[in-house]
């Protein structure tokens, strides 16, 4: 999708990216081809063909940043297919809802390959370093709970990522509700043990650690890892409606 964006590029909004969508163009590559008879005036032609070329050369480069600054913060999802090579799933356990108040315990970060979790007093500082290595963040309602949460408590780690929220285009494509309720209507299931544990049951699992039940701790990490493992399969099964979603409305 993100070969087919345009309102990154300099005086070009979403009117005239749809205008340009709307001509039957596909791709920068179509645009280019075709840059005379795009729908949209002469100005916003020069923007266009500018705006291709630069893009085209910070996409080569690989430059996420470049991307991240110019597309609106609920337009990321966009470039998913393009730095899959560098997302983190990121989802984090608490003590309760108020940053500040409440404190991280856990923090599962899986890069399509590995899920790896961090827990309070024994590694959750190593997220700084880990978090670092990605040039995509994806989450499930992170841009109000989880990155608030990981910003205050570790105020050094410079968040310059890409994120998509998945809870924002699921929404636009009339999927609502927690997470775990998206999953069961995209029929995705979860081990047996961990069907009921939700984030207040995380607290409670949490405690019980405190007080010295390690079985409690190995069943919070157990069911973070599947919350972050679940959001990519998410991903896999909607994102193909997400580009039709944004082509048509």
């Known amino acids: 999708m993100l070969r087919n964006s345009y309102i990154q590029m300099e005086g070009i909004g979403k009117c005239a990216e749809k205008n340009i969508w709307d001509a039957g163009i596909e791709s920068w590559e179509d645009a280019a081809a075709q840059i005379d008879s795009l729908p949209i005036s002469k100005t916003k032609k020069a923007a266009v063909e500018k705006g291709i070329d630069e893009s085209a050369a910070e996409l080569g480069d690989k430059n996420h940043l470049f991307f991240a600054e110019r597309l609106p913060s609920a337009e990321h999802w966009r470039a998913y297919s393009e730095f899959s090579d560098s997302v983190a799933f990121v989802d984090i356990e608490t003590t309760g809802l108020a940053p500040g108040f409440d404190s991280i315990t856990v923090v599962g970060i899986y890069n399509r390959k590995e899920a790896k979790t961090y827990v309070q007093g024994i590694d959750l500082d190593d997220i700084t370093e880990e978090i670092q290595k990605y040039k995509m963040l994806v989450t499930f309602n992170g841009a109000r709970f989880d990155l608030p949460f990981i910003k205050r408590e570790f105020p050094e780690i410079e968040f310059n990522h890409l994120h998509m929220d998945l809870m924002y285009p699921l929404k636009r494509i009339g999927y609502s509700g927690g997470l775990k309720n998206i999953e069961r209507t995209l029929g995705i299931e979860r081990a047996e043990d961990l069907k009921s544990v939700d984030g207040f ?34 991903i896999d099964k909607v994102y193909p409606s997400f580009i039709r979603n944004c082509l048509e409305k």
């Open 201 to 234: 049951e995380a607290v409670r699992l949490w405690r019980r650690y405190e007080r010295g039940d390690e079985e409690a701790l190995d069943t919070l990490l157990r069911y973070n890892k599947e919350d972050i493992v679940n959001l990519e399969t998410i």
